[in-house]
DNA sequence: TATTGTTATACTCTATAACTATA
DNA sequence: TATAGTTATAGAGTATAACAATA
């Protein structure tokens, strides 16, 4: 067995490996669902919903969006194109910033939700609350949410890469 | 806003969404970091870090591997002909059952584990840890332990697509 | 000059189905 | 006949870098 240099904590480690082997068992289930239900990817649902839920408009900016599904840009473009073709999103030109783009959920796409949702809602049922009991539901969303907000507190991916390019090599 | 059918608990809504986000910031943030500390996909790390802590031999059979990390067998294939081309796992025969393939971690397999393992350490504590106190994490592994379990208790993926494989179409 | 978004491109990964060999 | 693993293949997805347009 491999030793890392400092002693760690085993008890982290138990949580650690315990969320990942949960989660990528969740996300093969869900992605079987979303699929089958909707023809849609976990990263095309992630739009369609963030997109539903955000706000009154159904609207959000294509770097917000980006960095809110945790992708490249240029990722975002290729999704963003197909769920236009398929009639599911719009793209238009952001009022009072000309360079920007204004991605919309349509009323298909709202559609297509709430087709997926039923089945999407009872995987996740199923897979990750039925072992919890109510409060312990409330537990994680209580543990979870702060590493979210920490998380979420370093600069998010467009800026990284934009420093990236900005940052001159060997500059000393 | 799609409302699905059944009244959905807004509290498991949260703790879904949190996970959702925190895996994802997460293994960004890891993958990069094993990509740059020793040129290893996540699924590679995974590989090697379950051949390194499953046993003494440092040994698994391909399937049941394959059914550990959530991934078909094909995949695994590809994966382990990647490492086995690096010398970080060897191939052999299972002894006993002659259809079988037993993967080993070797030495210089255990070696790039230990190399890659104190970064990666460290990311997951600053970004998953930092914000939890030391109970808080022991709180995380009680739930995430039993939901892991009840994942697992349902059969695994290689199961699965042998039964599609046998399952007569329209068989009434 | 910096930022927004797209595009061109190259590549990694993943899965399905067909196949071989053993139980 | 069912299982273990590989292979061939094809497709989906992702990111990097270069680019055009606006701030």
Redesign the pocket.
Known sequence: MVHPSGPVDPVQLGAYFALVEVTSLLR?AIEQQLQAAGDL?F??FQVLSRLDRHSATGSH????L?DAI?????????????LEKRGLVT?AP?A???????VTITDAGRALLAQVMPGHVEVVSNLLFEPLARDSAEALAALLEPVRDHMRSAPPR??Q??R???ARPGGA
Chains 1, 2 share one sequence.
Do not use: C, F, K, P
């Open positions: 093969h990817s990263v095309q900016r294509m770097t917000d980006a945790v992708h490249s840009r240029s990722g975002l473009t290729y999704q963003a194109g197909l793209r952001t009072g910033d000309e360079r920007g783009i204004t467009s800026a890469s934009r990236r390019r900005s």
